[in-house]
């Protein structure tokens, strides 16, 4: 299991990085049912504000449950609630960092506020948002995926 709320403290942070592929487009397309062409169709992005095709917003910001649910506070964690602002594209081939950081512990409730955000590989943020957390109550000996299987997954 992940931490407990216990072993927390505000200002812990982890990251997750992920190279977006055009592979990664396609799953998240067909796994959401989002054939929005301003995602899949080259020919179609061309005329669009962005001039070519932009990564859904919501596979960038799945990278912070990734996060969430693999290391701060990892395995065992509830989303309770998430907000988002898109700030910026993200086109095939960047690479994202998404980073999760404690703001607020509020033991009576089990809950944490983590600052949610991804940045680019040019360290330009792309997404911002709040999350609000219930870490696990039990710390059990469990078997996660590390970032480098997952990475191998992603790569298949």
């Given at each position: 299991?992940?931490?407990?709320?216990?072993?927390?403290?505000?200002?812990?942070?982890?990251?997750?990085?992920?190279?977006?592929?055009?592979?990664?487009?396609?799953?998240?397309?067909?796994?959401?049912?989002d054939l929005n062409p301003a995602h899949i169709n080259?020919?179609?992005?061309?005329?669009t504000f962005f001039k070519r095709r932009i990564v859904h917003g919501l596979l960038v910001g799945?990278?912070?449950?990734?996060?969430?649910?693999?290391?701060?506070?990892?395995?065992g964690s509830i989303y309770r609630e998430q907000q988002l602002k898109f700030v910026a594209p993200v086109h095939i081939g960047d690479t994202i960092t998404a980073k999760v950081e404690i703001t607020a512990i509020n033991h009576e409730k089990n809950r944490i506020t983590?600052?949610?955000?991804?940045?680019?590989?040019?360290?330009?943020?792309?997404?911002d948002g709040v999350a609000e957390i219930l870490p696990p109550k039990?710390?059990?000996?469990t078997i996660v995926p590390s970032s480098e299987s997952i990475e191998k997954v992603n790569a298949a």
């Open positions: 299991m992940g931490k407990t709320i216990e072993k927390m403290n505000i200002g812990d942070s982890e990251t997750f990085t992920k190279t977006i592929s055009e592979s990664d487009i396609y799953l998240f397309a067909g796994v959401t049912g080259r020919e179609f992005a061309k005329d799945g990278l912070i449950s990734t996060v969430i649910g693999t290391k701060l506070p990892g395995p983590l600052q949610t955000s991804c940045f680019n590989q040019n360290q330009d943020m792309v997404i039990l710390t059990k000996p």
